[in-house]
């Protein structure tokens, strides 16, 4: 059997691997990069998919899981990187890329588990989750801001007399949450329902209360018992 398939349209390169699957309506991209290397690997992606530009995807390893929902929407590129295994990547549907998204599971990390919920959007935003048996969960109606981190992880490991003390866990945020330009959510981090996480916060600990405003390095709750709405001030103001 042919060991390689291969699929070239002008800029576009699809390479994957026997034994792996690449599940997708037609769409239509000016370039996209998409290789799948290992063993019982799918990429799946469905109807209504649409990427203005640009999009790579590079899965290796063995029994990983790309899933985007439907109506998927790119203005601009979107990047995923997965390297090890049995990870999974999940994307609800109607999810909304305004610029750029890029996640990223790699330094070979087993069991890594990113889900984000129907009906969230994002700026410019990177999630990184690659620690073994780490995961980021993110809820439905979410809505990321120019510049935004997701980063569960350090990196690199932090050790005290001998034992690693800086492994990474779940990082949770809620339904309806907003991040606003440049903010950052770390290393198992939580925030509630319904909040906002102000201009160049840093989330660091775990903030289980909802409808509060997360402002400061590290980030502190200054304002309890907000809504928040994706209308501007003025659509506000005249009822719409």
Same mark, same amino acid.
């Given at each position: ?20 699957? &690449?599940?997708?309506?037609?769409? +239509?991209?000016?370039? /996209?990069?998409?290789? /799948?290397?290992?063993?019982?690997? +799918? ?12 999009? $790579? ?16 929407? *790119?203005?601009?590129? &979107?990047?995923?990187?997965? $390297?090890? =295994? ?12 305004? !610029? *750029? ?17 129907? !009906? @969230?959007?994002?700026?410019? @935003?990177?999630?990184? *989750?690659? %620690?073994? !048996?780490?995961?980021? +969960?993110?809820?439905?109606? *979410? ?10 992880? $350090? ?22 949450? #907003? ?13 509630? $329902? ?12 775990? &903030?289980?209360?909802? =409808?509060?405003?997360? /402002? ?8 309890? !018992?907000? /809504? #928040? %709405?994706?209308? @501007?001030? =003025? ?6």
């Amino acid at each position: 059997m042919q060991k390689e398939l291969f699929m070239f349209f002008s800029k576009r390169k699809i390479k994957i691997e026997e034994g792996n699957s &690449f599940i997708h309506p037609k769409f +239509k991209v000016k370039s /996209c990069n998409v290789f /799948c290397s290992g063993k019982g690997n +799918k990429i799946i992606f469905n109807e209504g998919f649409f990427c203005a530009k640009r999009f $790579d995807v590079v899965c290796n390893g063995n029994g990983n899981e790309i899933y985007l929902g439907k109506n998927f929407s *790119c203005k601009n590129k &979107f990047h995923i990187r997965i $390297d090890g =295994n049995n990870c999974k990547l999940y994307l609800g549907d109607n999810i909304t890329v305004v !610029d *750029c998204l890029s996640v990223y599971s790699h330094a070979k990390g087993n069991n890594v588990s990113i889900e984000v919920g129907d !009906d @969230t959007s994002f700026f410019n @935003t990177e999630l990184y *989750c690659y %620690d073994n !048996d780490s995961s980021i +969960k993110i809820g439905n109606d *979410c809505m990321f801001g120019y510049n935004t981190i997701v980063y569960n992880t $350090d990196g690199h490991s932090i050790l005290q007399y001998g034992k690693l003390t800086n492994r990474a866990g779940q990082l949770t945020i809620g339904n309806h949450v #907003w991040v606003a330009q440049n903010g950052e959510i770390l290393k198992n981090s939580s925030v509630g $329902d319904g909040s906002i996480i102000g201009r160049q916060a840093i989330v660091s600990g775990k &903030f289980s209360e909802t =409808n509060v405003v997360l /402002c400061g390095i590290p980030a502190k709750i200054i304002k309890r !018992d907000i /809504c #928040w %709405d994706r209308r @501007t001030v =003025n659509e506000v103001l005249a009822g719409e």
